[in-house]
């Protein structure tokens, strides 16, 4: 079968990340019970190399319009979403779905798609060529495929679930949309779009097996690390100008919270542990990091010495 031609599957999906509400790092058991979505079913775990628990899936029957520019293709299955916890602090809502073209023409009953989680169904023809770039442009007008309303309920279910909501700094929530598909060479393009979205897509050569839950786990991780890019960012534009109290009142809270989780590519496989080395060559978010974060280090560390009383 012919994996990079115009029917072979592509796949979708959109992260929200957010720093979750509370007034200190969650501990572990508290994490399982606002990550337990569905009553009987465990929270997945762990604790190295960085503590990282996840919820069971969630399934949203659809039935829309997807497509653009390029033309839409009404699409019907269950998208798949989870939410995820890292480091006891910044909270994701994460929706997928691979849409696979040459399926059934007509639409068939609900226990059909929600025997197959994660799979929408083209009726009436084929995706177009471009149906991924057009994915990545949209906003979904007119009844169409918005993966983001289904993670914007679910970050809000789990910022509801008993956290004190006394967070201990205001950064912005950010949008990764992505899609991903086979094609002949591999390569990956990242974009920062207008206010706080941003796009990846993703071409992957055929290889053994199906590497989609790789992938998904993937693009939570690069938009982990592209939020606390942008929350670090965010909070040191607060800072500069402020005197030496004021900055480090304002830049503490990335010392205490945020530092500590900067780990990409923390859980690589065959498929992607390539993509972060890829990545980062394009964008430099490690250089960027670390050169932000020795300011922060600095400057808190210079004011510190200096404050009124203090050691000079």
Known sequence: MDTTGPGA???IGEVHTGLLQHSTALPASSVARVLRLRPGERVGTMDRPIRYAVSPSLLTGVDCRFGGASGSTRVVGAVSSRSTVTGGHVVQ???????APGGRGRRAVWSHYLARPGVLEPLGGRLADRADEDFLASEQPGGGLDLGAINTRLMDVVQSAGLDRRAPFRVPRTRLRWTARHTTTAHIDFGVEEGHLRSLRLGLVPADGDPWDEVRSFCEDVALHDWLLTGLLHL????VGADGADAVRRLRPVVD???HLWMPAARPDRTTAPLWASLDRQVGFSRQWDSCATWVRDRVGL???????GAR
């Open 9 to 11: 599957p592509l796949l």
């Open 93 to 99: 809502a994460s929706s997928f779905a691979r849409i």
């Open 236 to 239: 040191i534009d607060k800072a």
């Open 257 to 259: 919270h945020l530092l």
């Open 303 to 309: 004011a510190s010495l200096y404050r009124p009383g």
